[in-house]
């Protein structure tokens, strides 16, 4: 399915060594840095 979307150059990707309840905790900050990152954002 992916395949066949655009590429998206500010796509991130992003691998988290955490469980399933653990991923949001241990990503949140790679996360805020790549929002603040965006054009127009913070």
Do not use: C
Not at 9 to 31: C, F, M, N
């Amino acid at each position: 399915m992916f395949g066949k979307l655009p590429p998206n150059p500010r796509s991130q990707y992003l691998e988290v060594r955490a469980d399933h309840l653990g991923t949001p905790a241990t990503a949140k900050a790679d996360i805020v840095r790549w929002v603040l990152g965006l054009p127009g954002a913070g």
